[in-house]
């Protein structure tokens, strides 16, 4: 048993984070050996299972990133842009793999994460299920056979609470379909439309988020021709998706060589 891989899962008390701790601790793969919140939670100090409202497990909030990260093999990380850069750092340091599910990033955050990679195994994805990977490949291909005549839309829809739009799926499908028809995503993407836009161009590729209530997680990634449309979709009912994949992704980067991975390395669904 206490051979098993540590886990470390950071924002223990969010939406991920609770699930996360509830996928590490029914593995037989894996244990958790921490769990963290922001300094001044009123989940710091407590067992991390009675503060989720069931059994004690033996494992008491902190706050101490570097103090955590020590006891880690893996730290799983599904907070905020700020958080994870900083901890990334840390589990450079620590010499531990760093699973990066956060999304939001600015490029400068991305440039800081790249850098911890140097010296780090990180994983990172803006989705751990193995559905929405399958469909980022799906859209790559997509996108590569059907030419401009096709306008590509990514729409996607998530809960109320959710701070960061597009989502880090829609910037992946978008991405996958620029890769898929060659040209740059930043030079055709069409953000936020409001107002008086003017007509869609010829080769772009647009954004949409919805938000309502309690939904996890949609995205189409619709093609829309003269007389006919093509929509890829993947629905999320269940935050385990993401919690098994980035458990499976902390795995996965034991004894890796240091760098940046994604999902696709994880699951083997690359290139080539
Ligand atoms: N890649 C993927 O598969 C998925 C990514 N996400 C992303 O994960 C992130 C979190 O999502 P949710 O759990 O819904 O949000 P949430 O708001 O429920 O949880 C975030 C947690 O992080 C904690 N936190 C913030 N700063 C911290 C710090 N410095 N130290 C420790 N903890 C800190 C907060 O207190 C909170 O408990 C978002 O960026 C979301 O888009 C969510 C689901 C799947
Ligand atoms: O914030 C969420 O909830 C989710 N975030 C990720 C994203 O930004 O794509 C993944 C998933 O859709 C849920």
Redesign the pocket.
């Known amino acids: 048993m206490t051979d098993l891989p540590g886990i470390v899962v950071?924002?223990?008390?969010?939406?991920?984070?609770?699930?996360l701790i509830r996928t590490v601790q029914e593995s037989d793969r894996a244990r958790l050996v921490g769990a963290?919140?922001?300094?001044g939670?009123d989940w710091i100090g407590q067992d991390v299972g009675r503060a989720m409202g069931g059994a004690e497990i033996g494992v008491t909030v902190t706050?101490d990133?570097l103090e955590a990260f020590a006891r880690a093999h893996a730290v799983i990380d599904?907070?905020?842009?700020?958080?994870t850069v900083?901890?990334a750092g840390i589990a450079a340091q620590a010499r531990c793999v760093h699973v990066?599910?956060?999304?939001?990033m600015g490029e400068d955050d991305l440039k800081k994460i790249a850098a911890a990679a140097r010296h780090a195994i990180v994983v990172r994805?803006?989705?751990?299920?193995l559905g929405?990977n399958l469909l980022v490949q799906l859209t790559k291909k997509v996108a590569a056979a059907l030419d401009e005549d096709y306008d590509i839309e990514v729409i996607e829809t998530?809960?109320n609470?959710?701070?960061?739009a597009p989502?880090?799926?829609a910037l992946m499908l978008g991405q996958a379909a620029a890769d898929g028809r060659g040209v740059s995503l930043d030079a055709v993407s069409d953000r936020g439309r409001d107002g008086i836009t003017g007509k869609r161009e010829r080769g772009h590729i647009g954004f949409s988020a919805i938000r309502g209530g309690d939904i996890?997680?949609e995205h189409d990634v619709m093609f829309a021709a003269a007389g006919e449309r093509v929509i890829l979709r993947h629905v999320?009912t269940d935050?385990a998706?993401?919690a098994r994949?980035?458990l499976k992704a902390a795995l996965w980067g034991q004894g890796r060589k240091p760098g940046e991975y994604d999902?696709l390395d994880v699951l083997g669904l690359g290139d080539g």
């Open positions: 950071t924002g223990a008390s969010g939406r991920m984070g609770q699930m963290l919140e922001r300094p939670h706050d990133p599904f907070t905020a842009p700020a958080a900083e901890f990066i599910g956060t999304t939001g994805a803006g989705n751990m299920s929405v998530h809960h609470q959710k701070v960061d989502s880090g799926t996890v997680g999320a935050r998706v993401f994949g980035a999902m």
